[in-house]
């Protein structure tokens, strides 16, 4: 059975910095890990992307030059690294893998096979 689990969240002010853990057990994947969000009322959003078999990364808008996210295949564990945080920012984090093998890097929720339960970050002002 395959299983993420996030770590990491917490409160934090704005300005500061955050290191988000992901952890997959149950299977080795061999396509795009990558990170979304969800803010209070409302929807989904695609926060960044990488290949697991490939350098490939894609990041939002809103996040580029802030959030880094990284890989250690050997233990199976995506991370985003989230650095001048904004009260914007505040949201649940959901770490997701896409099955097969691949090297894009989608934006679409839909394309994603397995779901973390969910980190909260808050961001105060």
């Known amino acids: 059975q395959v299983q993420l689990v996030e770590s990491g969240g917490g409160l934090v002010q704005a300005g500061d910095s955050l290191r988000l853990s992901c952890v997959v057990s149950?299977?080795?994947?061999?396509?795009?890990m990558a990170w979304f969000r969800q803010a209070p009322g409302k929807e989904r959003e695609f926060v960044a992307a990488?290949?697991?078999?490939?350098?490939?990364?894609r990041y939002a808008d809103a996040v580029k030059g802030r959030f880094t996210i990284s890989r250690d295949i050997a233990k199976n564990t995506v991370f985003l690294e989230m650095r001048n945080l904004k009260p914007e920012d505040t949201a649940v984090y959901y770490c997701?893998?896409?099955?097969?093998?691949?090297?894009?890097?989608?934006?679409?929720?839909?394309?994603?096979?397995?779901w973390g339960q969910g980190t909260q970050v808050t961001v105060s002002s």
């Open positions: 997701v893998v896409r099955g097969g093998i691949g090297t894009s890097t989608p934006t679409l929720p839909s394309l994603y096979d397995y």
């Open positions: 149950g299977r080795t994947f061999s396509n795009a």
């Open positions: 990488c290949s697991a078999i490939s350098s490939s990364t």
